[in-house]
Each structure stands twice: as structure tokens, then as C-alpha cells.
């Protein structure tokens, strides 16, 4: 039992750490604004907005000339909207 506890705490500590290195790794969400200065030199994904006919956030992620990445949220209007 003592055997089987500490290699289940082992193994939880090694998958914190792991999240933790993850979560170091994402960057963090930059809300755009009109006055944002982007440096984009490739970009990686960009939400699809979705089936909606309302204004909705999406998000963007890209690569700067340094090669940082970098998300940027911004809003849309969805796709919902076609023949109203």
C-alpha cells in the first residue's frame, strides 16, 4: 500500500509539473484594440466565429518577426446571419 501511494504521488507531481511547464508555455490572451500594434509575421490559427448572427469573440494566434507567439482576441460578427 505504502508502495503503491508513493508512486501515485509521484506520478501526480510529475503531471503538475507538466501542466505547470504547459501553462509557462501559452501566451497570454492580448484583447485587440484599434490602437494594438501587431507584428505578424505568420499566423498559426484563427477561430471560425461559428453558426450565430451575433457580434463574438474569436481568437488568433500568431507568430512575431522574433518568432514569439502571441494570441489576440478580437470580435465578429458569426456566420448566422446569411438570407435574414
Do not use: W
Not at 508513493?6 to 503531471?15: D, G, H, I, T
Not at 489576440?72 to 438570407?83: D, L, T
Request: charged fraction near 20%; charge should be negative.
Amino acid at each position: 500500500m505504502k508502495r503503491f501511494l508513493s508512486v501515485f504521488m509521484a506520478a501526480a507531481s510529475l503531471a503538475a509539473l507538466g501542466a505547470m511547464a504547459q501553462a509557462a508555455e501559452q501566451p497570454k490572451v492580448e484583447k485587440y484594440t484599434y490602437a494594438t500594434k501587431l507584428d505578424i509575421a505568420r499566423v498559426i490559427s484563427v477561430e471560425d466565429p461559428g453558426n450565430v448572427c451575433e457580434v463574438v469573440p474569436v481568437h488568433m494566434v500568431y507568430e512575431d518577426h522574433q518568432g514569439q507567439r502571441h494570441v489576440v482576441e478580437y470580435s465578429v460578427m458569426g456566420k448566422g446571419c446569411q438570407g435574414n
